[in-house]
């Protein structure tokens, strides 16, 4: 009864405000087609809202420029996928099994999920630069290795950069090469990310080879 009440008490979301919120998210999915397919920074306003296939004055009821739209796009993206990492990976307390598991399961979007993974290409380097999504999240876990005795790599953001790196390439060349990039693959990356963060060599092994957890549906 309790709940039945306060699913009654919670404010309506008028018909305005839901179509306000398609229309926003068909111009942040059109965003995130764009940069998959290299076309972001080439891409005009005007193709912006072809490829979301509203109204060219109806873009600025939402953002002023593109670049704000790309950033959004790229903070939502990014953030949704550290929150399902996070969920799957919930429990696990060592911090190298946590970069482990997340490096196996992000590694792994290049056929589960290669729309994000055409998107991460796009973007490049530049996620290095956002405040929120999957960077802080493989920073907070390098920086709490190295806290634990587990990581004994000495600069966490220097670290990040060449995991981020490798990671990058590997969906490249999933994208170039698609035969040559597997599981295996992904998880000989991963071990051997571990072992750049100063973890002893058997060890990476067993953590890039423990069953993963399920991940849910994006």
Same mark, same amino acid.
């Given at each position: 009864?309790?709940?039945?009440?306060?699913?009654?008490?919670?404010?309506?979301?008028?018909?305005?405000?839901?179509?306000?919120?398609?229309?926003?998210?068909? =111009?942040?999915?059109?965003?995130?087609?764009?940069?998959?397919?290299?076309?972001?920074?080439?891409?005009?306003?005007?193709?912006?809202?072809?490829?979301?296939?509203?109204?060219?004055?109806?873009?600025?009821?939402?953002?002023?420029?593109?670049?704000?739209?790309?950033?959004?796009?790229?903070?939502?993206?990014?953030?949704?996928?550290?929150?399902?990492?996070?969920?799957?990976?919930?429990?696990?307390?060592?911090?190298?099994?946590?970069?482990?598991?997340?490096?196996?399961?992000?590694?792994?979007?290049?056929?589960?999920?290669?729309?994000?993974?055409?998107?991460?290409?796009?973007?490049? =380097?530049?996620?290095?630069?956002?405040?929120?999504?999957?960077?802080?999240?493989? =920073?907070?876990?390098?920086?709490?290795?190295?806290?634990?005795?587990?990581?004994?790599?000495?600069?966490?953001?220097?670290?990040?950069?060449?995991?981020?790196?490798?990671?990058?390439?590997?969906?490249?060349?999933?994208?170039?090469?698609?035969?040559?990039?597997?599981?295996?693959?992904?998880?000989?990356?991963?071990?051997?990310?571990?072992?750049?963060?100063?973890?002893?060599?058997?060890?990476?092994?067993?953590?890039?080879?423990?069953?993963?957890?399920?991940?849910?549906?994006?």
């Amino acid at each position: 009864m309790a709940e039945a009440a306060s699913a009654a008490d919670a404010p309506k979301v008028s018909r305005l405000d839901r179509r306000k919120a398609r229309t926003r998210q068909a =111009l942040i999915d059109a965003a995130v087609r764009l940069i998959a397919e290299g076309r972001g920074d080439r891409a005009s306003i005007q193709e912006i809202t072809e490829e979301a296939d509203i109204g060219f004055g109806s873009f600025y009821n939402h953002f002023d420029t593109k670049e704000q739209l790309f950033q959004t796009a790229t903070e939502e993206v990014l953030e949704r996928w550290g929150q399902l990492i996070d969920r799957a990976s919930a429990g696990i307390t060592d911090p190298a099994e946590l970069f482990a598991v997340g490096t196996r399961i992000t590694g792994r979007l290049g056929w589960t999920h290669p729309d994000i993974a055409g998107f991460l290409v796009g973007a490049g =380097l530049a996620v290095l630069d956002i405040p929120i999504g999957l960077v802080p999240r493989a =920073l907070r876990d390098i920086q709490a290795g190295q806290a634990a005795g587990r990581f004994t790599a000495p600069d966490a953001e220097i670290a990040l950069s060449a995991a981020t790196g490798g990671m990058l390439g590997l969906f490249r060349m999933r994208q170039r090469h698609p035969e040559r990039v597997t599981e295996t693959t992904v998880d000989r990356l991963a071990e051997a990310e571990l072992r750049l963060l100063g973890v002893p060599a058997g060890e990476a092994a067993r953590l890039a080879a423990l069953p993963l957890p399920p991940i849910e549906a994006w």
